[in-house]
């Protein structure tokens, strides 16, 4: 089963402000990868980080590897309509690929 | 379009019926993978293949569910005697790499199975 606990589940904000969301575990994980689902259609990939302490962006979006291995943070900045949809993180564990049960994002305009 | 198709999108059947989804990855990907996903939950992983061989099978794949990817290409999902709690979104996914790292799976939209 899901080892990946998300937080917050849901999240309610306003166009232009900055979001956060974690995911942890208490098992390490080597790889942690941050998707984003639309109703209806499967997961894109945001972000992938492959080593503790690495900070990645990808335009206005940023994911730190947790020293520990056994978390990891997706940051938002000056959020825009179009970011509504879930966002999950997921990892490799035991050959077996592990994602959390999401974080909900409504951006209000 | 390049990506990964799954035919169909949506499935309803009643219960006891066999279903079978087709999934046709990414054409250079050797890796495909299948996750059953439920509503409010993020993609549980089924099982996956490296080419033609099917290489990892979740305890979650009960013997009423087998995959296929004969030829390495495409991939096929049967599940026999539908359950209602067999009721979820089927997804596929394909990758060029190994998921242990360096890989990025690429995610079909899914076939939505409804057992009545």
């Known amino acids: 089963g899901q080892q990946l606990n998300q937080s917050p589940q849901s999240m309610f904000i306003q166009e232009g402000e900055d979001v956060s969301m974690n995911c942890t575990s208490s098992s390490i994980f080597n790889t942690w990868l941050w998707y984003k689902q639309d109703p209806g259609e499967g997961p894109v990939l945001l972000i992938a980080?492959?080593?503790?302490?690495e900070l990645t962006s990808n335009g206005r979006l940023t994911a730190q590897f947790g020293i520990t291995r056994k978390d990891s943070f997706l940051n938002i900045s000056a959020s825009i309509p179009s970011d509504v949809g879930i966002y999950f993180c997921?990892?490799?564990?035991?050959?077996?690929?592990?994602f959390g049960a999401g974080t909900r994002l409504t951006v209000k305009p | 379009d390049t990506g990964v198709s799954q035919d169909p999108r949506h499935k309803i059947t009643k219960r006891g019926q066999n279903v079978t989804f087709r999934c046709d990855p990414i054409?250079?990907?050797?890796?495909l993978y299948w996750y059953r996903q439920t509503l409010g939950q993020g993609p549980e992983f089924l099982t996956y293949?490296?080419?033609?061989?099917?290489?990892?099978k979740s305890r979650l794949l009960s013997d009423r569910f087998s995959a296929e990817r004969p030829k390495g290409s495409f991939s096929t999902l049967e599940i026999q005697r539908t359950e209602q709690g067999d009721s979820a979104m089927y997804l596929c996914?394909?990758?060029?790499?190994?998921?242990?790292?360096?890989?990025?799976?690429?995610f079909g939209p899914g076939t939505r199975l409804l057992v009545l």
């Open positions: 054409s250079e990907h050797n890796r």
């Open positions: 980080l492959y080593k503790a302490g």
């Open positions: 996914a394909s990758s060029s790499e190994g998921w242990m790292g360096g890989e990025t799976q690429y």
């Open positions: 293949f490296q080419n033609e061989a099917q290489l990892e």
């Open positions: 997921a990892g490799p564990l035991n050959n077996d690929m592990r």
